[in-house]
């Protein structure tokens, strides 16, 4: 790029040194020159404008994209390039290094600081007037980056409103006397926790939910301590640390939601549950089911994120192979019996559940479930949630269900011998039933149900099948690289089964897409396991989860491990990751 001092990039000098550079021929050179006329209207920067054009990279052959603008316009400068992530900023900081008048003079925005250093975002290479002030008023070296303009922009006012709204309301209520912890001391003069309606909470919390949304987060986290409360999102299946509040704000911030979702604010020494339905910035609608818990500096609370889209995926993204697919579809279309989905908690068993009914509902039908809590409202269903204050628990609400003349039913689990006796006495009067168990894998849900003290007969004649699964975690795309595997790793992946090595297995690496964690999403490894003559005749009284399992291998059934190598030699997740959640078999 040309080298002239201070003086900000034009549009038509970035394009002919975009030109000289190679990254654009005669063709596109004049479709950006045609596309200048517009550009003093769009008050656009000459990055971000060359960008949205969708010209092609000579080089490369894809788009001319503004970030690929940007990591060539830092190369020409010797500077480096970074994407702006949010999770690794901490807003408190950066907001108190530099002055939001400042930042927005100078379109830069500082992401990172230190007692030292001071790293600075901006998108003017040639610019440099402001770094010498910068220095003086912070007293710390400043380091520049590179970054896209529009990403400078748009965090810039997200960090400081956050940061504004946040110490606006730790100013006005300086005190933590009517924080509820164990620890409290009274302090006289100081005022109270600010009020859940305060505007500036309000901010905080539209903001925390908006964010969480964009970041993929299937939970949040809000939890209070003596001093800075925490807020952090589950991303992947991996907690993250988002913000620090302090510990006045972070309690009206769980007044504010418990208002949301019509909780009973006065009552903070009772653990509570609600629900809350939203939208995201893109409109769509999300459900958040609410939980709160005493702990020693206040109420801890934690919202999970359902996205109903999840219902409408279809089996192949869920993860599951040609094979268990065809399998799981000729038990789930069966009239009647009892299917049984097993594995810890977190392990997608309601989403798959949710997706199979959601398949089945069709208007001939009436599905019906009773679920503890009810995790997704789904219109297609008649759904209904256990009350064990009115001593409405699973068997009861079966017992309800079967006189609403129910052609399929989910029961939320099966707990005691007197839900598994209803649930099988529903699968024997001609119903559909589909429940969960907790159990390592499938043939173990065998002696589990025997355990509970169900009858053996009972269980022969009503169990259609078991289906165990687990939730790995998918390579990131944008960063997998290829690697060696040996043979050891390999055979005890997917022993006793002798399977062919693939030639290369793909490993994490980590990017800013993935946060550098090497994985974006997860996807269900399965173990069906079908009722088969011959597997019916092994249980009885003395039934050894053991021999179901060998039966079950010699009649097809893959292992969740099995399951795993299949998608790792796929190249979509880790031998590592299906080892971390598979159980030892």
């Known amino acids: 790029m040309n080298s002239i001092t201070d003086r900000p990039v034009a549009l038509n000098v970035l394009l002919d040194d975009l030109k000289k550079a190679g990254m654009l021929d005669d063709d596109n050179y004049q479709l950006g020159q045609f596309a200048r006329r517009s550009q003093s209207e769009l008050k656009m920067h000459p990055f971000a404008f060359v960008g949205k054009q969708k010209l092609t990279n000579h080089k490369t052959g894809g788009k001319l994209s503004e970030e690929s603008i940007c ?9 480096g390039y970074s994407r702006i992530d949010p999770l690794e900023v901490d807003v408190a900081a950066i907001t108190s ?39 003086h008023v912070s007293r710390r070296n400043v380091v520049r980056i590179i ?4 990403e400078i922009e748009r965090h810039r006012v997200e960090f400081y409103q956050l940061a504004n709204s946040i110490n606006r309301a730790s100013s006005q209520h300086d005190g933590i006397s009517g924080i509820q912890n ?25 903001w925390l939910l908006q964010y969480a949304f964009e970041q993929r987060a299937s939970d949040i986290h809000i939890e209070p301590r003596r001093e800075l409360g925490k807020v952090r999102f589950r991303i992947d299946g991996v907690l993250h640390l988002v913000y620090e509040l302090p510990a006045q704000v972070t309690q009206a911030v769980v007044a504010r939601i418990k208002t949301l979702g019509r909780m009973n604010i006065a009552e903070k020494r009772k653990p509570q549950d609600s629900r809350l339905k939203t939208k995201t910035p893109a409109g769509e609608e999300i459900e958040l089911r609410l939980s709160t818990l005493p702990t020693a500096f206040g109420e801890k609370l934690v919202m999970r994120v359902f996205d109903p889209s999840v219902l409408v995926r279809n089996f192949a993204e869920l993860g599951f192979s040609k094979e268990d697919y065809r399998r799981w579809k000729e038990m789930t279309t069966q009239n009647n019996g009892i299917i049984f989905v097993t594995g810890p908690t977190g392990s997608g068993k309601t989403t798959t559940l949710y997706s199979t009914l959601k398949e089945l509902a069709t208007v001939e039908v009436n599905v019906s479930t009773i679920e503890d809590p009810i995790e997704m409202i789904e219109p297609a269903f008649n759904q209904m949630q256990v009350n064990h204050s009115i001593d409405l628990d699973f068997a009861t609400g079966v017992r309800a269900l079967l006189r609403q003349d129910p052609d399929i039913i989910m029961v939320g689990e099966i707990r005691d011998l007197e839900t598994a006796e209803m649930a099988v006495q529903s699968a024997l009067t001609g119903h559909l039933v589909l429940s969960t168990l907790h159990t390592n894998d499938a043939p173990t849900a065998i002696t589990r149900l025997l355990e509970l003290g169900l ?16 939730l790995v975690r998918i390579l990131c795309p944008h960063c997998k690289q290829k690697g060696e595997i040996d043979d050891i790793t ?7 089964w002798t399977v062919a090595k693939p030639d290369k297995i793909y490993h994490p690496k980590g990017c800013l897409e993935c946060r550098d964690t090497g994985f ?45 190598a299949q998608k790792v030699a796929a190249g979509l997740t880790t031998i590592e990751e299906v080892m971390r959640v598979a159980p030892m078999s």
């Open 71 to 79: 990591e060539w316009a830092a190369a020409e400068k010797g500077l």
């Open 147 to 150: 970054a896209m303009p529009t």
């Open 490 to 496: 390999w055979n005890d992946l997917v022993a006793p």
């Open 97 to 135: 290094a530099m002055s939001y008048a400042f930042s927005e003079r100078h379109k830069i925005l500082a992401i990172k600081v230190n007692k030292e250093e001071l790293v600075v975002a901006c998108s003017e290479p040639n610019i440099t007037s402001w770094v010498q002030d910068l220095e």
């Open 455 to 470: 009858p053996p007969y009972l269980i022969r004649s009503t169990t259609l099948g078991v289906m165990a699964q687990r």
């Open 182 to 206: 164990l620890e409290s001391m009274l302090e006289l003069g100081k005022a109270s926790a600010p009020d859940a309606n305060d505007e500036h909470i309000v901010n905080v919390v539209d």
């Open 520 to 564: 974006i999403g997860r996807m269900g490894i399965y173990e069906v396991l079908p009722m088969s003559h011959a597997i019916s005749k092994l249980i009885d009284s003395d039934s050894d989860h053991l021999k179901i399992r060998k039966q079950a291998m010699k009649e097809g059934m893959h292992s969740l491990k099995l399951s795993g």
